[in-house]
């Protein structure tokens, strides 16, 4: 299985369809508010792996009632209620893939196709039982649920093994070592310009607003891009720290993500002033 990986993550010949249908993803969901609303900026975290709860637990819950005599109509029911909520499921995952590195995108593509399959095989199901045909509706719901679950596995390796949406700096919070350390001189930082320092050899970024000053992790939680290097703007009437790499916003005086690709907020380190000199912890 680690073989399959490997070669369907170097598979190049995906890339005529990944890149196709990125372009496709993209020229459709143009909207900032409609990508972000889909990336789960709202919530602080992705949306996509909350949504397929529904699906996913509805399929097996229906796969247990199919093994259950009398139980046709909570199948049916099921089955269908697992097919409608895979649809918007699926819109949020396409999003967040296309902001995806090219390696992962091919997993991806894999995972978007053996799920696509499943809930092929379960709208299938559906229209089977309704027409009162429920053991081939059964056959039909078994099989959606073996190619559902290969699309799962594929979402594990995505997520656990290539790290697609997953805070790629919470890792570097963890080099950081208890207790209070120095990052300089109050006097010697400008004011609303984005300076980096390093704690224990993990870059942070400073920005100085009046005498109050935010320390943030400077990866970007979504693919590691270097914050140090971002724009800061004024949005909603906070200033704001912007990605160079795929433009994910975060509020420098909480951290809070304001646009993605990123579904993650970004750490923030408590600070104080000690005679006159800067420090920061761990939170």
């Not at 949306?47 to 529904?54: D, G, K, N, Y």
């Not at 396409?94 to 091919?106: E, G, I, K, P």
């Not at 993650?264 to 006159?276: A, C, F, M, S, W």
Request: glycine share 10%; charged share 20%; with cysteine.
């Amino acid at each position: 299985m680690r073989e399959l990986l490997t070669k369907i993550e170097q598979n190049t010949r995906l890339d005529r369809v990944g890149d196709r249908l990125q372009r496709v993803v993209q020229g459709t969901l143009r909207a900032q508010r409609v990508r972000d609303l889909l990336h789960g900026v709202w919530l602080g975290h992705p949306l996509h792996p909350a949504m397929v709860q529904v699906p996913v637990g509805a399929w097996i819950s229906a796969a247990i009632v199919d093994l259950m005599p009398g139980q046709r109509r909570a199948a049916t029911a099921l089955v269908g209620i697992g097919t409608a909520s895979a649809l918007p499921a699926a819109v949020a995952g396409l999003n967040d893939w296309a902001a995806l590195s090219r390696d992962q995108r091919r997993i991806g593509l894999v995972h978007a196709a053996a799920n696509t399959i499943g809930v092929t095989l379960y709208a299938s199901s559906l229209a089977a039982r309704l027409n009162g045909r429920h053991n081939l509706g059964r056959a039909l719901a078994y099989l959606g649920l073996s190619a559902a679950s290969t699309g799962a596995y594929l979402g594990g390796h995505l997520a656990y093994k290539q790290g697609a949406q997953v805070s790629q700096s919470i890792s570097e919070l963890h080099l950081v070592s208890e207790g209070w350390h120095p990052l300089g001189d109050m006097s010697t930082l400008p004011q609303r310009q984005l300076v980096t320092r390093e704690i224990d050899d993990v870059s942070v970024i400073l920005y100085r607003h009046g005498e109050d000053v935010t320390v943030m992790l400077e990866r970007c939680p979504h693919q590691s891009g270097p914050l140090g290097e971002g724009e800061v703007q004024e949005i909603d009437g906070h200033a704001c720290v912007v990605c160079p790499w795929h433009g994910s916003t975060f509020r420098l005086n909480g951290g809070e993500v304001v646009h993605g690709p990123s579904g993650n907020d970004q750490v923030v380190l408590p600070t104080r002033v000690v005679n006159g000199r800067l420090e920061a912890r761990l939170p």
